[in-house]
């Protein structure tokens, strides 16, 4: 490719973090913010994916931080799911926790299922008991909910 532009080297990103090829998404950032290209909240919501897959929960974190303070971008809803994703991949339920209290938006359902999942994954009823009261708050009427606290 003679040119490559911000589309390009975000299909590319995420491409590859999506098909279990982190290493390769975080290296081709590199690659991108050398060739002088600036990232945009894409280009992060890549290399979050990239770091979910792979587990460097430091690292993930550190992206994050470097989006938001570093790029000035705001971080959106599909970020912070990224980063619920990654933490307890790495047993840290309860900073998952703490993130999402802290996300200046409300939780979607995704983010409060995924929580739920995680606390089952993990066997921490307390915590389980709080994800599954927010997503009932979520999502009332969906009897669902209540049978992911069941054993599978």
Request: hydrophobic share 40%; proline share 6%.
């Amino acid at each position: 490719m003679k040119t490559k532009d911000l589309i390009s080297w975000n299909t590319l990103i995420g491409g590859l973090a999506m098909h279990g090829r982190g290493v390769d998404a975080l290296n081709l950032f590199i690659r991108m913010k050398n060739a002088g290209q600036k990232p945009d909240g894409i280009t992060f919501l890549g290399i979050l994916c990239a770091c979910t897959h792979m587990g460097p929960v430091e690292d993930g974190l550190a992206y994050f931080q470097s989006m938001v303070h570093d790029n000035s971008i705001v971080p959106q809803i599909e970020h912070y799911g990224c980063m619920v994703d990654l933490l307890p991949r790495a047993g840290r339920l309860e900073q998952a926790m703490d993130f999402v209290g802290k996300m200046p938006m409300e939780p979607d359902v995704v983010i409060g299922a995924g929580l739920l999942g995680a606390c089952r994954t993990h066997k921490n009823v307390e915590l389980a008991e709080v994800a599954l009261q927010r997503l009932i708050e979520l999502e009332p009427k969906n009897p669902a909910n209540y049978g992911k606290m069941w054993p599978g």
